[in-house]
């Protein structure tokens, strides 16, 4: 038959038998001395056998208690590695997250990480900076920030790299205007129309301006911003229109603006990334699958 031994018994023992006496036992567990003494013999009903001899000089341990002791002792060895094992994967739950990240989906996607991200890592004190990519990569790199999201490379020096689900950029119109009609938009249909840019010199920009080249239309460019957020203001106001990412384009969509495919295709290659010579912490690693999930979700929905 199994015995039925509780946790607080055998502290009770463990305390008696180290300081030799129910009293000095009893306030290190900080229980009185009856509790106490009610505690070891309840133990000892339940094993069976005396643990204490009770003499003038106070309390001596039987041999069946110095037996008993040893396993106790291992016993608790264990248990001081589990607490050990418990305040280690605490701290990794606790400090800080700093996070870089570009314009659009530090205002219009990573709002949605960080709430969930709170949810499991409570403790964590998060920053989040808002730059263009290049900016990023360097306060990563000097580790200002412990991760960012970007459009890079994936050789971009002094970071580790993680790739992102891939957004296609997206032409944004005004929601009269006459391209609006069709259901996809190619370099020609631009020819002579009025263009409002991106001025960030990027990857992304290169191959927007580049898909115009090679079918040699007229470029009207009348206004280049350093984010996507006051185009589509402006393209809501009929000032022009513009091929952008999707993320802030979105995030307008109905105000005034219509969203329609752009061919080619040109990806938004983001990246995670964090120090090249420091590795990605749990909460790092934490958050970057969140944002691969987000950006997921993101990628899935329809126009």
């Known amino acids: 038959m199994a015995l039925r031994l509780n946790l607080r018994q055998i502290e009770a023992?463990?305390?008696?038998?180290?300081?030799?006496?129910m009293t000095v036992g009893g306030e290190l567990m900080g229980v009185s001395?009856?509790?106490i003494s009610r505690l070891i013999r309840d133990l000892e009903a339940e094993i069976g056998f005396p643990l204490f001899e009770r003499t003038r000089g106070g309390l001596t341990p039987t041999a069946d208690a110095a037996e008993f002791y040893r396993e106790v002792q291992r016993s608790f060895h264990?248990?001081?590695r589990l607490g050990h094992v418990a305040r280690e994967l605490q701290q990794r739950r606790v400090g800080d997250l700093r996070i870089a990240s570009t314009v659009a989906m530090s205002f219009y996607l990573l709002p949605r990480v960080i709430g969930r991200f709170r949810q499991d890592w409570p403790d964590v004190k998060l920053a989040l900076h808002s730059c263009p990519s290049p900016e990023v990569l360097e306060c990563v790199g000097t580790q200002q920030y412990d991760v960012g999201v970007a459009v890079t490379p994936s050789d971009a020096p002094g970071v580790t790299a993680i790739d992102l689900p891939a957004l296609d950029t997206v032409c944004v119109l005004a929601e009269d205007h006459p391209l609006a009609a069709k259901s996809v938009i190619r370099p020609r249909d631009l020819d002579g129309?009025?263009?409002l840019i991106i001025s960030e010199y990027s990857i992304t920009q290169r191959q927007i301006l580049q898909s115009l080249e090679d079918v040699g239309i007229r470029q009207?460019?009348?206004?280049e911003a350093t984010n996507s957020a006051p185009i589509c203001d402006l393209i809501s106001q009929k000032a022009g229109l513009s091929i952008l990412e999707p993320v802030t384009a979105r995030a307008f969509a109905g105000r005034g603006i219509v969203i329609r495919p752009y061919e080619p295709a040109i990806p938004l290659k983001m990246k995670f990334v964090h120090a090249a010579n420091r590795p990605l912490s749990d909460r790092g690693r934490a958050f970057c699958a969140l944002v691969q999930e987000e950006m997921e979700t993101f990628r899935a929905k329809k126009l």
């Open 220 to 223: 009207n460019i009348i206004m």
């Open 193 to 195: 129309e009025p263009l």
């Open 33 to 35: 001395q009856p509790a």
């Open 13 to 21: 023992f463990r305390s008696v038998y180290q300081t030799g006496s």
């Open 78 to 80: 264990g248990l001081d």
